[in-house]
């Protein structure tokens, strides 16, 4: 059995879930996928195992399986699962959520920046999790003892933007499985520094933690470390001395667009763990240094927004689709940029 993990945003998409893979073996008499499993696996009870493969999250040689599936000598077997619960207790707190969108089996949460996702690291309340804990209260999935219930994919503490919740054990594993098999659709919008050069492109590069300095990461170009990852970017507005663009993810790494923003020489505006919060481009002059540093006091966070949200709805299929608008900070910063850059021609000419 060799159990790997794919890494997410604060960790990647898939650390909220154990992937494992399992080869048969040559001796195994003929049993059912459920009973084989849930006697391999620990944590892993017959009846999870029962609605990780009514998720299809149960897959034989790459094809997804039903529970009286008879594994054989051979058989590539793989599994999507959550995490083993934690001994951690997690206080619900009456913290207002914006939920755009709600149904028995999932809602869409508009977070702000700021916002934690989930306890841990010496953030172990005002968090969301806290915050679900105490709206989603009667229901099975949302447990004290859980540090992640119904997450199945998360978004930086200081980046605003859309995350979808499951209620359900079965919608969690389905959207979870969206998520690993990257058919969701993720449009983030992103203030960067400098002029990009052409109109939209792929960045493409493995990101992994920084051998010099464990609390950043870093993209290992060869593939020599770290796990592959792919952005797709678009300029929608030049600003000048900055740009505002729209990111696609393909792969959800942690600090994905951050990490190959600045890759590329384009690290997001006021990203201070990422070299953004210093003056990168533009002139030399007072007026300018400081019109930089009341934007930086304006937005004081990396200028990033999970805008767009898309995926299959786990139970009726049907393409869900969300959008959210720019969050007040984000959106005076460009308009004061729109407004700098009509009149740069002036407001340098007086210096």
């Excluded at 696609?248 to 763990?273: C, S, W």
Aim: charged share 25%; glycine share 8%.
């Amino acid at each position: 059995m060799e159990p790997f993990e794919e890494e997410l945003d604060g960790s990647d998409e898939n650390d909220l879930y154990e992937h494992f893979r399992l080869v048969v073996d040559p001796g195994q008499a003929s049993l059912r996928i459920d009973k084989f499993l849930a006697n391999l696996l620990p944590h892993a009870s017959r009846s999870r195992v029962q609605a990780a493969t009514t998720a299809g999250s149960v897959r034989v040689n790459d094809l997804p399986v039903k529970s009286n599936y008879k594994v054989k000598p051979g058989d590539v077997v793989t599994l999507l699962l959550e995490y083993p619960k934690r001994e951690l207790k997690i206080t619900p707190e009456n913290i207002p959520l914006e939920i755009v969108y709600e149904d028995a089996e999932l809602a869409v949460i508009n977070k702000p920046a700021g916002m934690v996702v989930h306890p841990g690291h010496g953030n172990y309340s005002g968090t969301l999790v806290n915050a679900l804990l105490y709206h989603f209260r009667e229901l099975p999935l949302f447990r004290e003892e859980d540090p992640r219930p119904g997450l199945v994919h998360r978004i930086d503490k200081d980046t605003s933007g859309l995350l979808v919740v499951a209620k359900t054990d079965q919608a969690k594993l389905n959207l979870a499985n969206q998520f690993f098999e990257k058919t969701t659709y993720r449009r983030y919008l992103a203030l960067v520094w400098g002029d990009l050069k052409q109109e939209g492109g792929t960045i493409t590069g493995h990101i992994g933690r920084s051998l010099s300095n464990r609390q950043i990461f870093t993209v290992f170009p060869g593939g020599e470390h770290g796990k592959n990852a792919v952005t797709h970017y678009r300029v929608l507005e030049r600003l000048g001395y900055v740009n505002l663009i729209e990111c696609r993810l393909e792969t959800g790494r942690t600090h994905q667009i951050r990490v190959h923003m600045k890759y590329i020489g384009h690290p997001l505006f006021n990203d201070a763990t990422y070299g953004g919060d210093q003056i990168l481009r533009g002139t030399t002059f007072t007026k300018y240094s400081q019109f930089v540093r009341n934007c930086f006091e304006l937005l004081p966070r990396q200028a990033l927004h999970a805008q767009s949200l898309g995926f299959l709805h786990p139970v009726t299929g049907k393409m869900m689709r969300f959008e959210t608008p720019l969050p007040a900070d984000m959106a005076q910063v460009i308009d004061r940029w729109r407004n700098y850059i009509a009149h740069r021609d002036k407001q340098e000419s007086y210096e």
